[in-house]
């Protein structure tokens, strides 16, 4: 089973975010982390199909033409000036899906993710899913964990106010 967390954590899930819990859940021992150290497009590739079902946009390559690029900036006459792309995006639910593997802790991906959300016009929830053990050749490395540390105290701190109305994060 995957581990999740929402937060923030004085506020119960959304339902559309607890199916999305249910979609990781569904083909979890196919990409389990601890078994699998298959990349994130991987990843994406076994939900994609019941997330499109959901109403998501699911980049299906990395051709541009594949790319779901979510709106930040427009410019003169409402033309778009600026975009993030995401791995998947419901303009209906307000919601983006991030799937990360190997940078997702390392590089602190999740902070690029979260940051990029918080700049996504039409979004209010974001959903980012990391690895629960990133192992190498020289260590290990509990990704859930470290990034759950992190939201923690981002929320616990009070300093930061964030513009997305709920963050949930998926340890696969």
Request: glycine fraction near 4%; include cysteine.
């Amino acid at each position: 089973m995957i581990n999740w967390q929402y937060f923030p954590k004085s506020n119960q899930i959304p339902e559309h975010l607890q199916t999305c819990t249910e979609i990781f859940n569904k083909y979890h021992e196919k990409f389990d982390s601890s078994t699998y150290t298959y990349n994130s497009d991987e990843v994406l590739k076994f939900l994609s199909i019941d997330f499109l079902k959901e109403g998501y946009r699911v980049e299906v390559s990395k051709k541009k033409v594949d790319k779901i690029n979510v709106p930040v900036l427009f410019g003169l006459n409402g033309k778009l000036e600026k975009s993030f792309a995401a791995d998947a995006y419901n303009p209906e639910l307000k919601t983006v899906l991030e799937v990360e593997a190997g940078r997702g802790v390392a590089n602190y991906q999740f902070l690029k993710d979260l940051f990029q959300a918080c700049l996504m016009h039409n979004v209010d929830y974001l959903v980012i899913a990391v690895r629960k053990v990133y192992t190498t050749v020289s260590s290990t490395s509990k990704d859930f964990e470290k990034v759950l540390n992190f939201f923690n105290a981002l929320y616990a701190s009070g300093r930061l106010t964030l513009p997305l109305k709920g963050i949930l994060i998926i340890g696969y």
